[in-house]
C-alpha cells in the first residue's frame, strides 16, 4: 500500500510545455526529496525540503522549481519542457531522524 | 565531493548468497544506506548503518568499515524475487538526510 502518491505516473508532452508533477505523502514526514533518474542510472537528487516554506536546491542542477506549502505536498515544476528532461522523477520522504526514503512509484517524463 | 563505486551487475544460483560491496569516496561521511529497486519500481529501503559492524535484517545484512571506506549487503537463500538492482547511498554529514547514490549493481539470480 503505497503512501506516497506520484502522478501522473507517465507523461508525455511537446517542447515548451509548462508541467507540474505531483507528490503526495500520507504520513506526516517532514522532509521531502525529488530525485531524477535515468534508466539503469543512479539517483541525483534535485531538490529537497526539510519541512513547510523550506525548500533547497540539491547536487544536480536543474531548471525546475518545487514549493512546500503543506506538509503532505511537495510538487515539481518545469517552466518550458525541454527533451533533455525526458527521465524518471522519484519523490520521496523521510520522518525526524529516521534514515529511510520512502520512495514513490515515480512518473515517467518523455519531452518530443 | 562524493563517489561511490559499486560493481555494475552480478549474477548468483537461487539458494545461494552474494555480497555486494561498496566503497565511497566523501567529504564527509554520517551512514550508508543500501536500497532496493525492481524494473520500473520505486526505490525500497532495505539498511543502514552509522557504526562499524553488521546489521541483520532476515536474509539481508550490511555491513561497515568505517576506516576502510567500504560496506558491502550480504543477501542469503537467494530467491528469484531478489533479481533487482541494489544502490548502495551515504548520507555525508549529521543533521543532513540527503542520499548520495551509487550507481547500481544490478543482480541477477538465476535457477
Known amino acids: 500500500e503505497a503512501d506516497i502518491y506520484q502522478t501522473p505516473r507517465y507523461l508525455v508532452i511537446g517542447t515548451g510545455k509548462k508541467i507540474t508533477l505531483e507528490c503526495s505523502q500520507t504520513m506526516g514526514h517532514d522532509k521531502m526529496y525529488w530525485y531524477q533518474q535515468d534508466p539503469g542510472m543512479e539517483l541525483h537528487l534535485i531538490h529537497y525540503s526539510y519541512g513547510v516554506n523550506s525548500t533547497e536546491k540539491g547536487d544536480l542542477s536543474s531548471e525546475s522549481t518545487v514549493s512546500r506549502i503543506r506538509t503532505e505536498h511537495f510538487p515539481l515544476t518545469l517552466e518550458s519542457a525541454r527533451p533533455s528532461h525526458t527521465s524518471q522523477y522519484l519523490c520521496?520522504?523521510?520522518?525526524?531522524?529516521?534514515?529511510?526514503?520512502?520512495f514513490g512509484s515515480g512518473t515517467r517524463l518523455t519531452v518530443v | 565531493g562524493q563517489s561511490l563505486e559499486q560493481p555494475s551487475e552480478v549474477t548468483a544460483v537461487e539458494g545461494a548468497i552474494v555480497q555486494i560491496n561498496c566503497t565511497y569516496q566523501?567529504?564527509?561521511?554520517?551512514?550508508l544506506s543500501w536500497y532496493q529497486q525492481h524494473d520500473g519500481g520505486a526505490p525500497t529501503f532495505l539498511s543502514y548503518n552509522a557504526l562499524d559492524g553488521l546489521e541483520e535484517t532476515g536474509r539481508f545484512s550490511s555491513f561497515l568499515s568505517r576506516s576502510d571506506s567500504y560496506g558491502y549487503l550480504l543477501l542469503q537463500e537467494l530467491q528469484m524475487k531478489d533479481s533487482a538492482s541494489y544502490f548502495c547511498?551515504?548520507?555525508?554529514?549529521?543533521?543532513?538526510?540527503?542520499?548520495?547514490f551509487g550507481k547500481g549493481t544490478k543482480l541477477s539470480v538465476i535457477p
Open positions: 566523501t567529504s564527509g561521511f554520517y551512514g
Open positions: 520521496a520522504s523521510s520522518e525526524g531522524h529516521m534514515p529511510g526514503y520512502t
Open positions: 547511498a551515504v548520507i555525508g554529514r549529521a543533521g543532513s538526510y540527503q542520499l548520495t
